[in-house]
Nanobody, 112 residues
Framework: QVQLVESGGGLVQAGGSLRLSCAAS????????MGWWRQAPGKQREFVAS???????SYLYSVKGRFTISRDNTENTVYLQMNSLKPDDTAVYYC??????WGRGTQVTVSS
């Protein structure tokens, strides 16, 4: 079955960095568009970044220049490098296959 497993979340001070990973199985990963979304307490889930099978990337305006999405088709893994983190980035981060399948999420907490 399709499975997405996120890792790499944690507690970091403002200005710090984290690298999230999402390991995928059960899908033809190299031809699947992948994305990261996040949900903060009391807020709706929002799009953060996406990467197509061809490597084209898109970002939420507020993370442009700070976050980088990438993929390794040999490892069936998609990454989200997050730099210059802000308290507003605090959320549960989810990996998704274009909205069809979701992981369980990984908590990111940024302290001020």
């Amino acid at each position: 079955q399709v499975q997405l497993v996120e890792s790499g979340g944690g507690l970091v001070q403002a200005g710090g960095s984290l690298r999230l990973s999402c390991a995928a199985s059960g899908i033809p990963f190299s031809i699947t568009d992948m994305g990261w979304w996040r949900q903060a307490p009391g807020k709706q889930r929002e799009f953060v970044a996406s990467i197509t099978s061809g490597g084209h990337t898109s970002y939420l305006y507020s993370v442009k220049g700070r976050f980088t999405i990438s993929r390794d088709n040999t490892e069936n893994t998609v990454y989200l490098q997050m730099n210059s983190l802000k308290p507003d980035d605090t959320a549960v981060y989810y990996c998704t296959t274009g909205g069809a399948t979701w992981g369980r999420g990984t908590q990111v907490t940024v302290s001020s």
